[in-house]
């Protein structure tokens, strides 16, 4: 969706295309939502872009991802309707998806400062990429994954502890501290 937005968002054929792809990927990374919670969970492997921290259970980086991917695939899904191609199936259960894993998100990572880095491992790590979902809602126009209150405590937190913390800023941000 990105990409179909940035040049220029006129290349339906492009999106056809991508249909089957978009809709295999996400019914296999909901196989990952072992609890029914509608987050996929994190296994402790490295399974996710920081392969050496061991995320466990629902994690901010990947579930934020998995809310934004489920808001794209679902405009994506509304644009080719107009193009008469049947995605109604699909809008269903990604809507369902999106309802039950925006709250759950919400209450298994706030800590009323900051989202946890994930929701089983007890870590007390504040993630710079934390709203890397919110990130790619705000960029391509969808709706916001978190509340703006929550993003705007997050963000003053990652630039205090990741950046301001880390050497006084003199090295740039830390991925997490």
Request: overall charge negative; aromatic content about 14%; glycine content about 8%.
């Given at each position: 969706y990105r990409d179909y937005l940035?040049?220029?968002?006129?290349?339906?054929?492009?999106?056809?295309?991508?249909?089957?792809?978009?809709?295999?990927?996400?019914?296999?990374?909901?196989t990952f939502d072992t609890d029914g919670d509608g987050l996929p969970e994190?296994?402790?492997?490295?399974?996710?872009?920081?392969?050496?921290?061991?995320l466990?259970?629902?994690?901010?980086?990947?579930?934020?991802?998995?809310i934004a991917a489920l808001e794209a695939a679902l405009v994506i899904a509304q644009g080719l309707e107009s193009q008469g191609i049947n995605t109604k199936l699909e809008q269903e259960?990604?809507?369902?998806?999106?309802?039950?894993?925006?709250p759950?998100?919400?209450?298994?990572?706030?800590?009323?400062q900051f989202y946890h880095l994930d929701s089983d491992?007890?870590?007390q790590v504040v993630m710079a990429d934390q709203l890397c979902g919110q990130y790619y809602a705000r960029?391509?126009?969808?709706?916001?994954?978190?509340?703006i209150e929550c993003a705007e405590s997050a963000l003053k937190t990652v630039y205090d502890v990741c950046f301001v913390k880390f050497h006084n800023g003199q090295f740039g941000a830390a991925n997490g501290l």
């Open positions: 940035l040049t220029g968002a006129t290349d339906l054929e492009f999106l056809t295309d991508c249909w089957p792809s978009i809709v295999s990927s996400l019914d296999y990374l909901k994190n296994s402790g492997a490295p399974d996710q872009t920081y392969d050496d921290w061991q466990k259970g629902v994690s901010a980086y990947c579930g934020g991802l998995w259960k990604w809507l369902a998806w999106l309802n039950q894993s925006k759950t998100y919400q209450a298994k990572l706030w800590n009323g491992s007890n870590s960029l391509l126009n969808l709706p916001d994954i978190v509340p």
